[in-house]
């Protein structure tokens, strides 16, 4: 008998990846969930699969830990779960000013944000290059396309994985492998998010999406085989203006934003 299919979501347990999960789930895809442990991961798994009658399976790890990655991919190939599908939705974001951040505010978001989502990928190619279709997609945000002050380690390594998706899907081209990256705007995904859009007023009312909705989106665009999906067509709009701009003006546009965050998060 042909082994199932499996679409693999890390960060499942919270936000745009429970999302993920639960439309993934609705679509019939099999799962395999991945979070941080303590966060009812296994409950999630369960609904999903008691919901939609899919296989699921979870795995409870620290992704910023050096050998997790590894851990997790030997895991998997041991209970010869077949994945066609990785979602590379874990991440940390966070504002800060540079000079004044700890040492572990960095690791966690180039551990995170940036290595756990390289080597997952490294790890997992050989295996979707197997199928006759399979998929990446690595989330991003739109804070990928501007060099944000106050947020310098979150919109550097999301610019990161923009171009990293990008050259990958290059060096991929040919293949049955499609590489996908969604940039959202705001989302609230916990307290901590909360406070940070609630911090831009207006603009984060007007620019904030649901999990959900963002969540659609991105599975939909990964099976389309899209490259970048920004959620929302405000935001589409916020980039085309962003770019426009004479770069002085967008870094004091910038600055006096995300000063915003710095007041409400770094007091």
């Not at 030997?74 to 540079?98: E, K, M, P, R, Y």
């Not at 944000?113 to 998929?135: D, F, Q």
Request: net charge positive; charged share 20%; hydrophobic share 45%.
């Amino acid at each position: 008998m042909k082994e199932p299919f499996y679409t693999l979501i890390t960060g499942a347990s919270s936000g745009i990846g429970k999302s993920m999960a639960w439309y993934c789930g609705s679509l019939g895809m099999n799962l395999i969930l991945v979070s941080l442990p303590e966060e009812g991961l296994g409950q999630v798994a369960q609904e999903i699969e008691e919901k939609y009658k899919v296989k699921t399976a979870f795995y409870e790890t620290d992704l910023s830990v050096l050998a997790s990655p590894q851990a997790l991919f030997d895991w998997t190939q041991q209970n010869h779960f077949n994945v066609n599908s990785l979602i590379n939705n874990a991440g940390v974001a966070g504002a800060s000013v540079f000079e004044s951040s700890d040492i572990k505010y960095i690791d966690d978001r180039i551990l995170l944000n940036i290595r756990a989502l390289v080597v997952l990928s490294r790890l997992y190619l050989p295996i979707l290059r197997l199928h006759e279709k399979s998929y990446i997609l690595n989330v991003g945000s739109m804070a990928a396309f501007w060099p944000i002050p106050y947020k310098s380690l979150y919109s550097s390594s999301k610019a990161f994985v923009l171009y990293f998706s990008k050259s990958l899907r290059s060096e991929l081209k040919g293949t049955g492998v499609s590489v996908t990256v969604l940039c959202p705007n705001g989302v609230r995904t916990n307290g901590a998010t909360n406070v940070r859009i609630n911090s831009h007023g207006k603009v984060g009312r007007l620019t904030e999406l649901s999990a959900e909705r963002v969540a659609r989106a991105g599975v939909d665009g990964m099976l389309k085989r899209k490259f970048v999906i920004i959620p929302g067509r405000i935001n589409w709009l916020v980039l085309i203006i962003g770019k426009i701009l004479p770069p002085p003006i967008q870094q004091k546009l910038l600055v006096r934003e995300f000063m915003k965050e710095v007041r409400v998060t770094c007091a």
